[in-house]
């Protein structure tokens, strides 16, 4: 018996150790982004100080090391970038022939394109994601959104036939921090194509895309005020959505935020969309291609640290193959590379904040003490930084914190069934119902699942596609609204009859 296989054999629960095959360092070079000291607030097309007077840190979470000092937009700031957006709107922006507006949209796009190292590099300093994820995802998925919309600017009235679209007014936007740049193209891009004007609020973890992005606005020469971009804490985005003077707010993050936005615009008659939470259930048959799924499997837990929406969290496998697919998991797991983010081999980043580092954690605690098995790949985590193993929990109860709640972080529970209605029970047993996957062979049996699953998005035989010309939004408390397609324009017209 070799070395690697007698360690197997006395590992409890048989799984495999690492091959001894590291890959040398990598690393992008970081110095192609320039970072400010300091930045202001984006209004009317230009920094200025904020009114408030506050700052606070921006870090980087692999490294804890300070990034810059971000403003904390106050009430007054606030209220400046609604009236630069307002002004913005009514003298120039919505009257603009669309296909010139198309031209801006084009111009952001480009730019994006051509800029793509800096953002990319930008995103993993600032949010922790790996250098791989954000220069093949993030940033061309961007620009492909700005892209797309431009494509419809000056063709809205084919997207929605014998009625007279138009603009709704001043759009408020927060976003979060898992996908700052893609969560800022998914708001504005739509935004601007269908004539409105914008306030975004970037997440307080992970401003720096969006303040890099008001450079590509200036390169576009962009009018002043038709995107404005404040910088602030949950505080900053409640006077957003509280103020008078702006006519739709669009929300991605958390259900509780979503749900108290809600509860603060019932009756004002604002337009509202909120994307949030899930806890998607990713199901695998017994005639799936295993080591296909597998694949499937770990990118939809373990992409971008399990802060995602729509990650799947929750792996439904059919019993008869349950043994053979956890052991598959758990050998590719081993395989995956944890550590710097600007590193081009690294597989799995920092967790984006210390506070979100220890829900990670007590969550995992819970299933621990609620009875789950843990399994976690060895694995060597640097000292400083905020990081967490991949994990995944076997014998998981349907009514465990870890099955039931949305963890964001990368963590995995296993469940079982037998048949196809007992796998639509348990996907959607849950107040979610933000995407699904479902792996298997047989075509009819895709289109049968894909009809009773409760989720807004369902991948099959893939985990974790994106799109733009495809909608993207959920059921129950993962919100409502779509974004993305031609759906995601829905929200910013107001549709007169012809
Ligand atoms: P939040 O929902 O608090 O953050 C989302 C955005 O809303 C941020 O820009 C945030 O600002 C802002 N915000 C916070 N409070 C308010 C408010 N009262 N009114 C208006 N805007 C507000 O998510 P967190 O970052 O706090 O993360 C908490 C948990 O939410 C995570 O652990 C995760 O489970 C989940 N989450 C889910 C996301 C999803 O896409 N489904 C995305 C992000 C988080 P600020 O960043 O300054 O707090």
């Given at each position: 018996?070799?070395?690697?296989?007698?360690?197997?054999?006395?590992?409890?629960?048989?799984?495999?150790?690492?091959?001894?095959?590291?890959?040398?360092?990598?690393?992008?070079?970081?110095?192609?982004?320039?970072?400010?000291?300091?930045?202001?607030?984006?209004?009317?097309?230009?920094?200025?100080?904020?009114?408030?007077?506050?700052?606070?840190?921006?870090?980087?979470?692999?490294r804890e090391e300070p990034l810059s000092e971000i403003a904390q937009?106050?009430?007054?700031?606030?209220?400046?970038?609604?009236?630069?957006?307002?002004?913005?709107?009514?003298?120039?922006?919505?009257?603009?022939?669309?296909?010139?507006?198309?031209?801006?949209?084009?111009?952001?796009?480009?730019?994006?394109?051509?800029?793509?190292?800096?953002?990319?590099?930008?995103?993993?300093?600032?949010?922790?994601?790996?250098?791989?994820?954000?220069?093949?995802?993030?940033?061309?998925?961007?620009?492909?959104?700005?892209?797309?919309?431009?494509?419809?600017?000056?063709?809205?009235?084919?997207?929605?036939?014998?009625?007279?679209?138009?603009?709704?007014?001043?759009?408020?936007?927060?976003?979060?921090?898992?996908?700052?740049?893609?969560?800022?193209?998914?708001?504005?891009?739509?935004?601007?194509?269908?004539?409105?004007?914008?306030?975004?609020?970037?997440?307080?973890?992970?401003?720096?895309?969006?303040?890099?992005?008001?450079?590509?606005?200036?390169?576009?020469?962009?009018?002043?005020?038709?995107?404005?971009?404040?910088?602030?804490?949950?505080?900053?985005?409640?006077?957003?959505?509280?103020?008078?003077?702006?006519?739709?707010?669009?929300?991605?993050?958390?259900?509780?935020?979503?749900?108290?936005?809600?509860?603060?615009?019932?009756?004002?008659?604002?337009?509202?969309?909120?994307?949030?939470?899930?806890?998607?259930?990713?199901?695998?048959?017994?005639?799936?291609?295993?080591?296909?799924?597998?694949?499937?499997?770990?990118?939809?837990?373990?992409?971008?640290?399990?802060?995602?929406?729509?990650?799947?969290?929750?792996?439904?496998?059919?019993?008869?193959?349950?043994?053979?697919?956890?052991?598959?998991?758990?050998?590719?797991?081993?395989?995956?590379?944890?550590?710097?983010?600007?590193?081009?081999?690294?597989?799995?980043?920092?967790?984006?904040?210390?506070?979100?580092?220890?829900?990670?954690?007590?969550?995992?605690?819970?299933?621990?003490?609620?009875?789950?098995?843990?399994?976690?790949?060895?694995?060597?985590?640097?000292?400083?930084?905020?990081?967490?193993?991949?994990?995944?929990?076997?014998?998981?109860?349907?009514?465990?914190?870890?099955?039931?709640?949305?963890?964001?972080?990368?963590?995995?529970?296993?469940?079982?069934?037998?048949?196809?209605?007992?796998?639509?029970?348990?996907?959607?047993?849950?107040?979610?119902?933000?995407?699904?996957?479902?792996?298997?062979?047989?075509?009819?049996?895709?289109?049968?699942?894909?009809?009773?699953?409760?989720?807004?998005?369902?991948?099959?035989?893939?985990?974790?596609?994106?799109?733009?010309?495809?909608?993207?939004?959920?059921?129950?408390?993962?919100?409502?609204?779509?974004?993305?397609?031609?759906?995601?324009?829905?929200?910013?017209?107001?549709?007169?009859?012809?």
């Amino acid at each position: 018996m070799t070395k690697e296989k007698r360690e197997i054999a006395r590992r409890p629960d048989k799984a495999p150790i690492a091959t001894a095959w590291d890959y040398a360092p990598a690393p992008e070079a970081r110095d192609i982004v320039k970072i400010q000291e300091r930045y202001g607030l984006f209004i009317g097309g230009k920094f200025v100080e904020p009114g408030s007077g506050e700052r606070y840190t921006t870090i980087d979470p692999a490294r804890e090391e300070p990034l810059s000092e971000i403003a904390q937009a106050g009430k007054a700031d606030v209220d400046r970038a609604v009236r630069a957006a307002r002004d913005a709107f009514a003298n120039g922006w919505s009257g603009l022939r669309p296909s010139e507006r198309a031209k801006y949209l084009f111009r952001i796009a480009r730019l994006l394109q051509e800029r793509s190292r800096e953002f990319a590099v930008l995103e993993s300093l600032n949010g922790g994601k790996p250098i791989r994820e954000s220069r093949d995802v993030d940033v061309p998925l961007a620009a492909a959104h700005f892209f797309y919309y431009a494509g419809w600017a000056d063709k809205l009235e084919y997207a929605f036939p014998n009625r007279k679209p138009r603009p709704v007014g001043v759009a408020g936007q927060i976003i979060p921090w898992n996908f700052p740049l893609l969560m800022l193209a998914w708001k504005i891009a739509p935004a601007l194509a269908a004539g409105n004007t914008v306030v975004l609020k970037p997440a307080e973890t992970t401003p720096l895309s969006a303040l890099l992005f008001c450079d590509v606005l200036r390169q576009a020469e962009l009018p002043p005020g038709v995107v404005n971009i404040i910088t602030g804490d949950g505080r900053t985005g409640a006077e957003l959505v509280s103020h008078p003077d702006v006519d739709k707010i669009a929300f991605t993050g958390s259900t509780e935020v979503g749900k108290a936005i809600q509860r603060n615009l019932a009756g004002t008659g604002k337009r509202l969309t909120l994307e949030l939470g899930g806890k998607a259930a990713n199901i695998v048959f017994d005639d799936a291609p295993l080591d296909q799924a597998v694949e499937g499997i770990v990118n939809g837990i373990y992409f971008n640290q399990g802060h995602v929406c729509c990650a799947g969290s929750r792996l439904l496998v059919q019993e008869s193959i349950y043994e053979t697919v956890v052991a598959k998991l758990k050998r590719r797991m081993a395989t995956l590379r944890v550590g710097d983010p600007l590193d081009k081999n690294t597989d799995v980043g920092a967790i984006n904040s210390k506070q979100q580092l220890e829900k990670i954690t007590a969550l995992v605690q819970s299933g621990v003490d609620e009875g789950a098995e843990i399994y976690q790949p060895p694995c060597k985590l640097p000292e400083r930084g905020y990081w967490f193993v991949p994990t995944v929990f076997t014998n998981v109860a349907q009514s465990y914190r870890i099955a039931q709640e949305e963890i964001f972080g990368p963590v995995l529970s296993v469940l079982t069934f037998r048949t196809p209605d007992e796998a639509i029970e348990k996907a959607n047993n849950t107040p979610y119902g933000l995407s699904a996957g479902v792996w298997t062979e047989k075509g009819s049996r895709i289109l049968a699942m894909a009809q009773r699953l409760r989720a807004g998005v369902v991948w099959a035989n893939t985990y974790n596609r994106f799109d733009p010309a495809s909608p993207f939004g959920g059921y129950k408390e993962s919100g409502f609204g779509r974004e993305g397609g031609r759906h995601g324009l829905e929200p910013y017209v107001v549709l007169d009859d012809a």
